[in-house]
T-cell receptor, first 111, second 112 residues
Framework: AAGVIQSPRHLIKEKRETATLKCYPIPRHDTVYWYQQGPGQDPQFLISFYEKMQSDKGSIPDRFSAQQFSDYHSELNMSSLELGDSALYFC??????????FGPGTRLTVL | DAKTTQPTSMDCAEGRAANLPCNHSTISGNEYVYWYRQIHSQGPQYIIHGLKNNETNEMASLIITEDRKSSTLILPHATLRDTAVYYCIVRVYENAGNMLTFGGGTRLMVKP
């Protein structure tokens, strides 16, 4: 069965640079979620979108923004990167409010 | 969403049943119990969920007490590949985009 696709899988950036992470949901899933997992921590919710509109918002820094496009894929844009932004970033998708299925994640390293 | 309490860690012998408890004493009537697991730095993997009835699928069984204040995830025949952090999460089902709140979880170690 098709799964959530995330790209890139690994990303290395310098401080103050920008990064864009992409998420392609499971076909026919209209809701996407972004989570951040720092080293040794649990995943923390950042933001979600349903039918291209922001649905829920967690502890997402103002330096981060995200959107969902007409084909339901989503992008997480991160600017002025800081060392503390180094983490795994997971995208999940679901059909409306149903069960969320996670992608393999993007490992971001900020040097 | 209601808070959950799980043991920090558990061990299980390979081939035996693993029973992972979860307390969610403040659960609301419209909140479901979800179980996910995360195998070292991989994306969290959905296991099972339920509202008030016991549920079973190809991965596990979920037993929810009648008062819904606690539940148990059962892996009937644990294998080494079941070693992971298991998260019990309660979540409102109604609104699209509702987040999952991961908290602590149980680190299950399956031993030969």
């Amino acid at each position: 069965a098709a799964g959530v696709i995330q790209s890139p899988r690994h990303l290395i950036k310098e401080k103050r640079e920008t990064a864009t992470l992409k998420c392609y949901p499971i076909p026919r899933h209209d809701t996407v979620y972004w989570y951040q997992q720092g080293p040794g921590q649990d995943p923390q919710f950042l933001i979600s979108f349903y039918e291209k509109m922001q649905s829920d918002k967690g502890s997402i820094p103002d330096r981060f923004s995200a959107q969902q496009f007409s084909d339901y894929h989503s992008e997480l844009n991160m600017s002025s990167l800081e060392l503390g932004d180094s983490a795994l970033y997971f995208c999940a998708s679901s059909p409306q409010s149903d069960t969320q299925y996670f992608g393999p994640g993007t490992r971001l390293t900020v040097l | 969403d209601a808070k959950t309490t799980q043991p920090t860690s558990m061990d299980c012998a390979e081939g035996r049943a693993a029973n992972l408890p979860c307390n969610h004493s403040t659960i609301s009537g419209n909140e479901y119990v979800y179980w996910y697991r995360q195998i070292h730095s991989q994306g969290p993997q959905y296991i099972i969920h339920g509202l008030k009835n016991n549920e079973t699928n190809e991965m596990a069984s979920l037993i929810i007490t009648e008062d819904r204040k606690s539940s148990t995830l059962i892996l009937p025949h644990a294998t080494l590949r079941d070693t992971a952090v298991y998260y019990c999460i309660v979540r409102v089902y109604e609104n699209a985009g509702n987040m999952l709140t991961f908290g602590g979880g149980t680190r299950l170690m399956v031993k030969p």
